[in-house]
């Protein structure tokens, strides 16, 4: 709510709504939806609801009846899940539907069929971000398509709630860091609330200084804004020229381009893993979590070691190193010559070894 002034300032005509309610990362509380409303409707703004959470059998009747308390105030109702989609179209046949096809829909076919099936009610189509443009003018349909601008990029989404016993830890909305075992250096950012878990690349996606808007297909571009300046500079720029290297200084992440240019969809998950470590019983015993150059390495050690022990020690780019390790210190200092338990420990630095470096014994 502490943007709303400055969205109602910017010369942009739609809006999309993210409530508490009916979106995975929405803050906008239900009691706060009819000042929403009404100063937006005043700037003349569309207002698009959006409910892009997925719904149990549990859930959907009680969230139902909220939708219609307020369905007379919105223009457009986007959803993610299909289930809710055709919902819609029973309890709201008059209704302006978009779909957003972000997860699992990256063929042509799929996507005109889904189009078929919500047609006449819906008037567009939002694509994931992991299609390349290339790809994306192939697709012949009769409405207009959406693709993300700017923004997070999800890698994953549940429904359920993943992080908070873990942590033993009881709250409405967890937010932390987080990084795989086999990858301690990437980090991504997680969130858990209501609707459920996510976990975000460690880049935001950028394209807008990469485009040129009078040539692309898609009829819409979306800004997903996270921050209050940046809501204010664009109530103050756009759409003048610069607006967009004025947006790209706001940003407080490394950014991509993604895969709009170039199919890469497989290089996130790449990063994210060791391929040394994807086999089953592979006597993976540590994981490299620093290296610093010709001082120390920290290392987890995962299973009970008895030394000395002929150590492997795998890169996740494929280098292989051999090496005996007679000794560690733990982190107070204590030097450990025998068997080890699973803990953390400093190792001489060993050239060609980095972080995420797996441990087996051979």
């Known amino acids: 709510m502490n943007q709303l002034d400055f969205v109602c300032m910017t010369k ?8 508490k ?46 939708l219609l308390k307020v369905a007379d105030k919105i223009d457009v109702i986007r959803f993610l899940d299909p289930g809710v989609g055709l919902l819609l179209k029973e309890i709201l046949p008059q209704k302006e539907l978009h779909f957003s096809m972000e997860f699992g829909n990256f063929n042509a076919w799929g996507i005109k069929n889904w189009v078929n099936c919500f047609n006449p009610q819906l008037t567009r189509i939002i694509l994931s971000n992991q299609l390349p443009l290339a790809e994306i003018r ?21 429904p359920r709630k993943l992080i908070h016993r873990s942590l033993n830890q009881s709250s409405d909305s967890i937010s932390l860091l987080g990084a795989s075992e086999d990858r301690p250096t990437q980090i991504s950012p997680l969130i858990e609330n209501d609707s459920g878990t996510f976990m975000f690349y460690d880049k935001d996606l950028f394209i807008l200084d990469g485009l040129s808007f009078e040539d692309i297909c898609p009829d819409y571009i979306r800004l997903e804004l996270y921050h209050l300046d940046q809501f204010e500079m664009l109530a103050q720029t756009f759409p003048e020229p610069g607006w967009v290297k004025k947006l790209a200084k706001t940003l407080t992440s490394k950014t ?102 797996v441990l087996r014994v051979f």
Request: aromatic letters at 6%; a neutral charge; charged letters at 30%.
């Open 12 to 19: 942009i005509d739609e809006v999309l709504i993210q409530t």
């Open 21 to 66: 309610r009916f979106s995975r990362v929405g803050f906008i509380e239900d009691k706060d939806l009819d000042e929403c409303f009404l100063k937006l409707k005043k700037s003349n703004k569309t207002l698009i609801l959006d409910w892009n959470t997925l719904v149990k059998d549990s859930e959907i009747e009680v969230i139902k009846l909220h």
């Open 138 to 158: 192939k697709i012949d349909v009769d409405i207009e398509i959406e693709i993300q601008g700017c923004g997070r990029i999800e890698l994953f989404y549940s």
């Open 256 to 357: 991509t381009r993604g895969f709009y240019r170039v199919n890469k969809s497989h290089a996130p998950l790449q990063r994210l893993t060791n391929k040394h470590i994807k086999k089953e019983s592979e006597a993976k015993v540590g994981v490299i979590l620093e290296s610093v150059k010709k001082q120390h390495m920290i290392v987890e050690i995962l299973k009970e070691l008895m030394l000395p022990a002929q150590i492997l020690f795998c890169s996740p780019e494929g280098k292989q190193v051999e090496s005996t390790v007679r000794k560690v210190e733990n982190l107070s200092g204590t030097v450990i010559e025998e068997n080890i338990q699973p803990g953390y420990y400093k190792l001489p630095w060993i050239k060609h070894v980095v972080p995420a470096s």
